[in-house]
């Protein structure tokens, strides 16, 4: 499976956005899709999951803040991100794996990253 994401940007705090993540593969609707993020400094730190089935599961700090959603007719997975932060700043990645969990390691695929910055 090969992830590509993108959609990040720049935004004042308070402000949304959506992160889409493309895979190719005939067998994405098989996977957890994930995305972590990783602040300047920092280690990689996990966001949120969705199953085939549509199951979500967010870190406590997007929870209520950000919605992951699949499309898998589209092979996309998407991050719809709201009342951001300035700490929300970081590369956000998209993943793919046969498990949901918080454990990065755990994860085989990986997107690039897409920059999300906020601004206070």
């Known amino acids: 499976v090969q992830l590509q994401a993108f959609g990040g940007g720049f935004v004042q705090t308070g402000g949304s956005l959506r992160l889409s993540c493309a895979a190719s593969g005939r067998t994405f609707s098989s996977y957890f899709m994930g995305w972590f993020r990783q602040a300047p400094g920092k280690e990689r730190e996990f966001v949120s999951t969705?199953?085939?089935?549509?199951?979500?599961y967010y870190a406590d700090s997007v929870k209520g803040r950000f919605t992951i959603a699949r499309d898998n007719a589209k092979n996309t997975v998407y991050l719809q991100m709201a009342s951001l932060k300035p700490e929300d700043t970081a590369v956000y990645y998209c993943?793919?794996?046969?498990?949901?969990?918080?454990?990065?390691?755990?994860?085989?695929?990986w997107g690039q990253g897409t920059l999300v910055t906020v601004s206070s």
């Open positions: 969705i199953n085939w089935s549509g199951n979500t």
């Open positions: 993943t793919a794996g046969t498990i949901s969990t918080e454990n990065p390691k755990a994860y085989t695929y």
